[in-house]
Nanobody, 111 residues
Framework: QVQLVESGGGLVQAGGSLRLSCAASGSDFSIRTMAWYRQAPGNLRELIALITASGRAEYADAVKGRFTISRDNAKHMTYLQMNSLKPEDTAVYYC?????WGQGTQVTVSS
């Protein structure tokens, strides 16, 4: 059983930054691919970044160059550094690993 708990969301002005964190339980964290998704009102949930066990990262085109995903295996943590935020980044952000999802954290970017 894996539990994922996100934190770090909030309200920020356009151009600002936020850092999301995802704390994971479970003994096999270091071998799991971790991902961040987001879902805006009326939209489907979309994958925005993932990081493999070896540290390889991939990004959706919408966030490439602005967001950075990272992980700390010793702490069972995954992070999403979000820079140059835009109003269209407003969404609930979810941490995901295999079939497990966190509860989500709201990010609101004002113009």
């Amino acid at each position: 059983q894996v539990q994922l708990v996100e934190s770090g969301g909030g309200l920020v002005q356009a151009g600002g930054s936020l850092r999301l964190s995802c704390a994971a339980s479970g003994s096999d964290f270091s071998i799991r691919t971790m991902a961040w998704y987001r879902q805006a009102p009326g939209n489907l949930r979309e994958l925005i970044a993932l990081i493999t066990a070896s540290g390889r990262a991939e990004y959706a085109d919408a966030v490439k160059g602005r967001f950075t995903i990272s992980r700390d295996n010793a702490k069972h943590m995954t992070y999403l550094q979000m820079n140059s935020l835009k109003p269209e980044d407003t969404a609930v952000y979810y941490c995901q690993s295999h079939s497990y999802w966190g509860q989500g954290t709201q990010v609101t970017v004002s113009s």
